[in-house]
């Protein structure tokens, strides 16, 4: 069973930035696609970023110049580099693997605050 972990979530002061990683066990998982997503409290889980086995991204608009996703497919991992960061990206973020089921990390706080 495929198991995500993530790391590198905390508290930080609006304009900071932070770096989130999510680590796959297992191989074989560099021909599929992995994101993250995100849920505030109260609200429904939503898109953050994704990005494909041949790298190509794809963001949320409201996230769009401030965040990056890359991956490392020897490591499979994939990282989240967040900055400029604002209260309202304060959220429990859930990295993602594409394969048949999906696969979803523990989910990681990031607080936005100062």
């Known amino acids: 069973q495929v198991q995500l972990v993530e790391s590198g979530g905390g508290l930080v002061q609006p304009g900071g930035s932070l770096r989130l990683s999510c680590a796959a066990s297992?191989?074989?998982?560099?021909?599929?696609?992995m994101g993250w997503f995100r849920q505030a409290p109260g609200k429904q889980r939503e898109l953050v970023a994704t990005i494909t086995a041949s790298a190509s991204t794809n963001y949320a608009g409201s996230v769009k110049g401030r965040f990056t996703i890359s991956r490392d497919n020897a490591k499979n991992t994939v990282h989240l580099q967040m900055s400029s960061l604002k209260p309202e990206d304060t959220a429990v973020y859930y990295c993602f693997l594409g394969i048949p089921g999906g696969a979803w990390g523990q989910g990681n706080q990031v607080t936005v605050s100062s």
């Open positions: 297992g191989t074989g998982f560099s021909v599929y696609a």
